[in-house]
């Protein structure tokens, strides 16, 4: 099955650990979504990362192929438990597009997050893990300074 990560999971050591069955297959875009610090994250204790519908915006990840097994602990990490009534995260299809070319799509399955009106900040090593998997992808440059000026929390300060 594809997968769509565009936060940490973008991380390659993070996802092997996660799913050990992970290939490597593409960059990619998703259209008309942008990506944002959207909700806490419970286990890290700080903002994670979502993508939030925006008409024109876009956002960049990765797309991995992962043996169906590996989607249940992929599902945990992520928050997600099918048909529970709330989840931090809810995992649907989406189609996005193979080194932001349009006619070079993937359908995917993608976390899109619960939003929450004020999401803490992300911690230092949560930024590193997003910024440092862009950057070992080859996300679009611009794209990688977006990540970079992304504000972390300092110790003391509610995350």
């Given at each position: 099955?594809?997968?769509?990560?565009?936060?940490?999971?973008?991380?390659?050591?993070?996802?092997?650990?996660?799913?050990?069955?992970?290939?490597?297959?593409?960059?990619?875009?998703?259209?008309?979504?942008?990506?944002?610090?959207?909700?806490?994250?419970?286990?890290?204790?700080?903002?994670?990362?979502?993508?939030?519908?925006?008409?024109?915006?876009?956002?960049?990840?990765?797309?991995?192929?992962?043996?169906e097994?590996?989607?249940?602990?992929?599902?945990?990490?992520?928050?997600y438990?099918?048909?529970?009534?709330?989840?931090?995260?809810?995992?649907?299809?989406?189609?996005?597009?193979?080194?932001?070319?349009?006619?070079?799509?993937?359908?995917?399955?993608?976390?899109?997050?619960?939003?929450?009106?004020?999401?803490?900040?992300?911690?230092?090593?949560?930024?590193?893990?997003?910024?440092?998997?862009?950057?070992?992808?080859?996300?679009?440059?611009?794209?990688?300074?977006?990540?970079?000026?992304?504000?972390?929390?300092?110790?003391?300060?509610r995350?």
């Amino acid at each position: 099955m594809l997968y769509f990560a565009y936060g940490s999971n973008m991380d390659w050591e993070q996802m092997k650990r996660r799913c050990p069955s992970v290939k490597f297959i593409s960059v990619a875009r998703l259209k008309d979504y942008r990506f944002a610090i959207a909700r806490t994250s419970y286990s890290r204790g700080c903002g994670s990362a979502g993508v939030i519908p925006e008409p024109g915006a876009c956002a960049w990840g990765v797309v991995y192929d992962i043996e169906e097994k590996d989607f249940g602990a992929l599902d945990a990490a992520e928050d997600y438990a099918p048909g529970r009534e709330k989840n931090s995260y809810t995992r649907r299809e989406g189609t996005v597009y193979a080194d932001g070319a349009e006619g070079k799509n993937f359908l995917v399955e993608l976390y899109f997050p619960e939003t929450e009106q004020n999401p803490p900040l992300p911690n230092p090593e949560y930024k590193r893990l997003i910024v440092g998997g862009a950057t070992q992808w080859g996300l679009p440059q611009d794209y990688i300074r977006e990540l970079e000026e992304l504000k972390v929390a300092v110790a003391g300060q509610r995350c």
